[in-house]
């Protein structure tokens, strides 16, 4: 199996059967395998030797830990961890589909109604978590999966705990923080200790700028400006980069984009909630997609057009 360290897979044994990586970053390396005492197809995540993040080892514990309380549709659920070969790993549920990144990759941006149920099956899971004292401080599209029915948030390697659960590496002000800087909010960008949920609603903003334009708030300032303009001025609104957005998206996204977050929008279920008042149906994340009986039955009325057309 090539990319697969022998040693690895050689010490998870019988239970786990490694097939082949499926990606990569700078803590950590995850590959699919077959847990054979299950039968099923799961994600495995293995901890670099030569990770290039402080504290990594320490925060993959955490990571493993708070994955082990969070139990949502909308998160990507965790079987079993453990230690071989010299390294951390963590199992998790396999999913099957594509991030969201391959698919903003693809087609440049989504149809209006698949982006908004996206961003509320993740508000959902955002919530779940800033609820029970986790904000995930990395919300981008590579941790954004797309599953047959329903999006899933994954990688919680950057999350921080707040309030009575906080503990490990501390952000020193003025240095910026892990996460990703595009997506990053302002008092992130500078290392604010004092994170709250507020973060992530930016950084989910932020990807649905991305899903219905295309662009990333500001880019079209280019280069390093965008950075400053995070801290003073507004984006564009949506609708004015593509038609067809309703007032009321535009006026959901650019309050989640606040630069001051005390007049942000609260919460990630208030962000879903301004969406959802939008007149835009949200029937499915896959953009309402046609059923294949839909789809049957439409062939069949045509068919019957046009025999009845030629028998005239």
């Known amino acids: 199996m090539a990319g697969v360290p022998s040693e690895f897979s050689a010490a998870l044994g019988p239970r786990y059967r490694i097939e082949r990586e499926v990606g990569a970053g700078r803590m950590s390396t995850v590959y699919v395998a077959e847990d ?48 071989a070969a010299g390294r951390l790993y963590y199992v998790s549920s396999y999913v099957a589909g594509e991030s969201l990144r391959k698919r ?38 590579e941790n954004i999966l797309l599953a047959e029915d329903r999006a899933l948030v994954a990688d919680f390697g950057f999350a921080k705990t707040i309030g009575p659960l906080t503990a490990g590496p501390v952000t020193t002000v003025g240095r910026p923080g892990p996460g990703t800087p595009r997506y990053m909010s302002p008092e992130q960008c500078v290392g604010d200790q004092e994170l709250d949920g507020r973060t992530d609603v930016y950084s989910l903003a932020v990807v649905l700028y991305e899903m219905l334009t295309g662009k990333l708030p500001h880019a079209e300032e280019g280069g390093g400006i965008a950075s400053v303009l995070r801290f003073t001025a507004t984006p564009a609104p949506p609708g004015s980069l ?41 029937d ?26 030629l028998l005239r």
């Open 36 to 83: 054979q005492r299950h039968g099923r197809r799961v994600a495995v995540k293995v901890l670099r030797p030569d990770a290039a993040v402080r504290h990594a080892d320490v925060r993959f514990v955490r990571e493993t830990k708070l994955l082990a309380q969070l139990e949502h549709r909308n998160i990507v659920p965790l079987y079993d961890s453990g230690y």
């Open 104 to 141: 903003l990759d693809r087609a440049g941006s989504l149809p209006i109604q698949e982006a908004l149920a996206i961003v509320r099956d993740v508000a959902e899971a955002l919530e779940y978590a800033h609820r029970r004292g986790v904000i995930h401080r990395d919300v981008k599209p």
């Open 242 to 282: 593509r038609r067809g957005i309703p007032s009321r998206v535009d006026a959901a996204v650019l309050r989640a984009l606040a630069p001051d977050r005390t007049t942000r929008t609260a919460t990630a279920r208030e962000f879903a909630q301004e969406l959802m008042a939008a007149d835009v149906p949200l």
């Open 284 to 309: 499915s994340w896959e953009g309402r997609r046609p059923s294949p009986a839909i789809i049957a039955a439409a062939i069949l009325a045509i068919g019957a057009i046009v025999a009845a057309a």
